[in-house]
C-alpha cells in the first residue's frame, strides 16, 4: 500500500499531527462520490466541486482511520506495576464519531475511570484508546462497551466505568429533527457495580474541581 503523509508545522501540546492516507483507497472512494454527486443533480465539474470527491475521501478515511488502530495495544504499551488502588478518573475526553446508520457525525464526551490492580496506565492512553474506538462507524451503545470491555481485559483492573455524553446530527439535521437532544450511555464492571463507588464516579465527573 502506497501512504502519503502530510505533516502539519503548528505543533499543539507536544504533538504533531500526521495525516496518512492510502492513495488507492482514496481514488476508489473519490470516483464513487463523483458519481454520487451527479446523481444528486450536481455538476462535478464545476470549480466548487471538482476536488470535493478527493477532498470527502480523504476525510472519510481519516475518520475511520480506527480500523487500523490496536487500542489493547496501546494499552498494553504504557502499563506500569503501581501499588495504587484509588479511582483514576479521566473525564471530559473529546469525542468525534460516525453514525454507522447514516453517517452522520455525533461527539460530545467521554468520561472513564478505572480502579488499579497492581498496574496503572499512562494517562494519554485512555484518551488515546476512546479515540481508536471512535474513528469507526459507530453506535454510541458499542463505543461505550468497547472502550470498557478493552481496559477490564487489558489492564485487568478491580472495575471500569464509562460514561458517554453526545449530540448526534443524525436526529439533529433529519428525522426528529431534535437539536438540543443528548444521548447518555453507561457501561461498568467489577467494583463499579456496588452504587456506592459508582455514586462517586458520577460525583467526581459532574464536579467543577477548577
Known sequence: MKYTDQFDEEEENGYVKIDRYNEIKIASVAHHYKDILAQLGEDPEREGLVK??????????????????????????????????????????????????????????????????????????????????????????RLTNEIRDCIQETLLPAGVAVVIECKHLCMAMRGVQKQNSVTTTSAFTGEFAKDKTRAEFLRLITANLH
Not at 58 to 76: C, E, M, N, V
Not at 78 to 94: C, H, L, N, P, T
Not at 112 to 141: C, M, T, W
Open 52 to 141: 470535493t470527491p478527493e477532498r470527502v475521501a480523504k476525510a472519510l478515511q481519516y475518520l475511520t482511520h480506527g480500523y487500523d488502530i490496536d487500542p489493547a495495544a496501546i494499552l498494553r504499551g504504557a502499563m506500569f506495576r503501581e501499588d495504587y488502588s484509588q479511582m483514576v478518573v479521566v473525564k471530559d475526553i473529546e469525542v468525534f464519531s460516525m453514525c454507522e446508520h447514516h453517517m452522520l457525525p455525533f461527539f460530545g464526551k467521554a468520561h472513564v475511570a478505572y480502579i488499579p490492580n497492581g498496574h496503572i496506565v499512562g494517562l494519554s492512553k485512555i484518551p488515546r484508546i476512546v479515540d481508536a474506538f471512535a474513528r469507526r462507524l459507530q453506535v454510541q451503545e
